[in-house]
T-cell receptor, first 113, second 115 residues
């Protein structure tokens, strides 16, 4: 079955450590996105990519990095520069063009301990 | 700047009744699409319904329908015969159809279903 998979579901990080969240899709979608969700904040865009080897900063990119070496994969690294990383992270993908709905992964809950 | 506004942070409705969630947006584009997503307690985002702006007819999916008013830039979601499983966060979304090609979400409306 086609879909988008995020792993792990829960992740704990010590302060000062970098951590990478995985996002893989087999929907043959060109566009992929990372969102952060905090209570009362809705979805805030971190990074997005429309094509392999290219990506753009979203509204809250500071402290995060991404790569897009393969069409299927769009990992997000939360660096030690991110001052408040505890949040729920959602990855999504879609066909290019605004007529395509986004498909979402199950999300990763990141907690800094 | 393109924005999506959901003015109702929370709403409640009695089971089997009808409820309408509001969404307004701002765009300079003439052809675009609008979406409503549902996020239940599992936090999995699920597409509920989509509307194509060039279509006059309001989209319908079973108990879910939209009231799309293009001139007013309004895109409300109506849920008929509300069920306990409809309890969730609902997000209105608008994908930019330009070189940015990103999706903008509203802040969401939390819907409670009262038994």
């Amino acid at each position: 079955d086609g879909g988008i998979t995020q792993s792990p579901k829960y992740l704990f990080r010590k302060e000062g450590q970098n951590v990478t969240l995985s996002c893989e899709q087999n929907l043959n979608h060109d566009a992929m996105y990372w969102y952060r969700q905090d209570p009362g904040q809705g979805l805030r865009l971190i990074y997005y990519s429309q094509i392999v080897n290219d990506f753009q900063k979203g509204d809250i990119a500071e402290g995060y990095s991404v790569s897009r070496e393969k069409k299927e994969s769009f990992p997000l690294t939360v660096t030690s520069a991110q001052k408040n990383p505890t949040a729920f992270y959602l990855c999504a993908s879609s066909r290019q063009g605004g007529d395509s709905a986004a498909f979402f992964g199950q999300g990763t809950r990141l907690t800094v301990v | 700047a393109q924005t999506v506004t959901q003015s109702q942070p929370e709403m409640s409705v009695q089971e089997a009744e009808t409820v309408t969630l509001s969404c307004t947006y701002d765009t300079s584009e003439s052809d675009y699409y609008l979406f409503w997503y549902k996020q239940p307690p599992s936090r999995q985002m699920i597409l509920v319904i989509r509307q194509e702006a060039y279509k006059q007819q309001n989209a319908t999916e079973n108990r879910f329908s939209v009231n799309f008013q293009k001139a007013a830039k309004s895109f409300s979601l109506k849920i008929s015969d509300s069920q306990l499983g409809d309890a969730a966060m609902y997000f209105c979304a608008y994908p930019l159809m330009n070189r940015d090609d990103k999706i903008i979400f509203g802040k969401g409306t939390r819907l409670h279903i009262l038994p």
